[in-house]
């Protein structure tokens, strides 16, 4: 039985379940050990299990039209709610008007808010004041400790002799975190001690014992955040494999994630998350996602490791198109392809064996 590190939540995601602006709450629906998911907030699906809206897996996680429903049915329950945690996560990671009138809802009724967006609450002199007068806790993930907190890169990366893995995909919001999950649980499973680096709001929000926020570090402190969370990891752990979360994509124009996280972390392998059906950048139309042998020629070439394999993302995909897929994608690179999400991670878990070290 997994242990909850904080407690009950509620997951705000209103107007955005069920798409790539709602990704926070897809990762806390599918896994979390930080919370334990009551809910989750969007009138679009209200009356509806959130894991079968999102992947067509019964999680017993009902949706509710708005957070009154939501709270009144924790309670009738038995559940005290003690969170309320904003899923959403939108272009610029900003927060939407109409949230902010729920989340002062949501602190009168008693509830700690956790954000993980670019506009903080702790800002907010309204929401600051309602939290002060009625107890509650305001936490801003993506707010970055003061600068003499932060790591420069050292070189201690090059201490770590286990197989660290990068999880880079070829567009942002494309599942790289969730595979990143699915590889370490699967080698849990298998007997091996792997570790997670989270690098955005939401692995932290799963409980990631290792993160740091990267799109909200000052560019001179990110590669020295990479390589502190690898290298604690490694020395408290002593892990078989880390596997490192990866962010937006190498040539994605807004998130051009990826070189930090090749250069600092110096993984040992990439596996490369791949949505087949996506031809331009998520929210960019006109941008046209470059072809799958160009972005693992671009990773291979900067950092002077191998793609291990690809997993993809099967959106927009029946369920009987996965599998050709992936034969394609094999066909086209030579690597082997796999759905982990809707198929699991034993097979892949076979491939990334053998570069464990011993």
């Excluded at 590889?183 to 989270?198: E, F, Q, S």
């Excluded at 809707?342 to 053998?354: D, F, S, Y």
Aim: proline share 5%; with cysteine; net charge negative.
């Amino acid at each position: 039985m997994q242990q909850i590190v904080d407690g009950n939540a509620i997951v705000y995601c209103q107007g955005a379940f069920n798409t790539p602006n709602g990704k926070t709450a897809h990762g806390l629906v599918r896994f979390t050990e930080r919370y334990q998911v009551l809910s989750v907030i969007d009138a679009n699906y209200a009356g509806k299990d959130a894991g079968m809206v999102l992947d067509g897996k019964m999680r017993n996680i009902p949706v509710y039209k708005d957070l009154k429903e939501a709270f009144a049915q924790a309670k009738q329950n038995g559940n005290n709610p003690q969170y309320l945690v904003i899923g959403l996560a939108p272009d610029g990671g900003r927060l939407p008007d109409s949230a902010r009138t729920d989340i002062r809802e949501a602190v009168a009724m008693g509830l700690n808010v956790d954000s993980g967006l670019h506009d903080f609450l702790s800002n907010d002199p309204e929401i600051v004041a309602l939290a002060e007068k009625h107890g509650v806790r305001l936490r801003d993930i993506r707010k970055t400790p003061t600068r003499d907190q932060l790591h420069f890169f050292s070189g201690n990366i090059e201490k770590v002799d286990c197989l660290k893995l990068a999880v880079l995909g070829t567009d942002s919001a494309v599942g790289k975190r969730t595979t990143a999950w699915l590889i370490v649980h699967a080698l849990r499973r298998d007997g091996y001690k792997a570790a997670m680096i989270g690098t955005g709001q939401t692995g932290w929000m799963q409980g990631a014992k290792y993160s740091m926020i990267m799109d909200s570090l000052i560019n001179d402190f990110v590669s020295g955040e990479i390589e502190h969370a690898v290298y604690e990891a490694w020395k408290n752990e002593q892990p078989d494999a880390i596997v490192i979360e990866g962010q937006g994509s190498l040539m994605n124009p807004a998130y051009p994630g990826g070189f930090e996280i090749l250069a600092a972390g110096r993984p040992d392998f990439v596996i490369l998350q791949h949505a087949p059906r996506r031809l331009e950048y998520d929210g960019f139309p006109g941008y046209v996602i470059q072809p799958l042998n160009e972005q693992i020629n671009a990773i291979e070439v900067i950092s002077g490791k191998k793609v291990l394999a690809i997993t993809v993302n099967h959106e927009e995909m029946r369920p009987d198109e996965i599998e050709a897929a992936c034969k394609k994608i094999t066909a086209e690179t030579g690597l082997p392809a796999f759905d982990v999400l809707a198929h699991g991670a034993a097979e892949l878990i076979e491939h990334i064996k053998p570069h464990i070290k011993k």
